[in-house]
């Protein structure tokens, strides 16, 4: 089972993450996402188990769980989609005028 681990501290490490759910059973993989550019984390990952009952009794005992100071919030990792992220958009523009200046009244 995949499981979506948020909140995690930017100062945890992956072995730190991965020992935290191997107390529930065994661990196959544990991830901290990191940001691309800047290459730290982003507070967020995904713990791999390949026991489910042992990865529901994890989510169970450690969503609200105080790790390192913060409160994680641990669930079932939903399917990815290939739909197209969104988000960004394009340049707008100052105050969202109609693209020409309305400092006068004459037109």
Partial sequence: MNIYV??????A??????????????VSSAKIVMDKVTQRSRGFGFVEMADESA???????????NFLGKT??????RPRTDAPRSGGGGYRGGSGGGGFNRRNNDY
């Fill in 55 to 65: 990865a529901r009794q994890a989510i169970t005992s450690l969503n609200g769980f």
């Fill in 72 to 77: 994680l919030v641990v669930n079932e990792a």
């Fill in 6 to 11: 948020a909140n995690i501290p930017f100062k």
């Fill in 13 to 26: 490490s992956e072995p730190e993450l991965k020992g935290l759910f191997e107390e529930y059973g065994e």
